[in-house]
């Protein structure tokens, strides 16, 4: 059962990763950082696509992966 979970526990980090690396960076350096805050807080950009997809998949691999974490650190204890 401790394998399995830590195969599993691989395969969402794996995947997180993936998923992160595909996303478009949203803006660059401080001017970026400052205004891209901003337009993010009152709604100027909206993700539609296969951003909005990403943006999905990445929440829901971060909560099984940190699920996952404190599942596999209580088995191993």
Do not use: C, N, P, Y
Not at 52 to 58: I, K, M, P, S
């Amino acid at each position: 059962m401790e394998i399995f979970f830590k195969v599993l526990l691989l395969i969402f980090s794996v995947g997180l990763i993936a998923v992160v690396l595909l996303q478009k960076g949203k803006s660059a350096g401080l001017s970026g950082a400052i205004s891209g805050g901003a337009e993010h807080l009152f709604g100027k950009t909206k993700a539609r696509g296969m951003d909005l997809v990403l943006q999905r998949v990445t929440v829901g691999l971060a909560a099984g992966f940190f699920i996952l974490a404190i599942v596999v650190a209580i088995i191993v204890k």
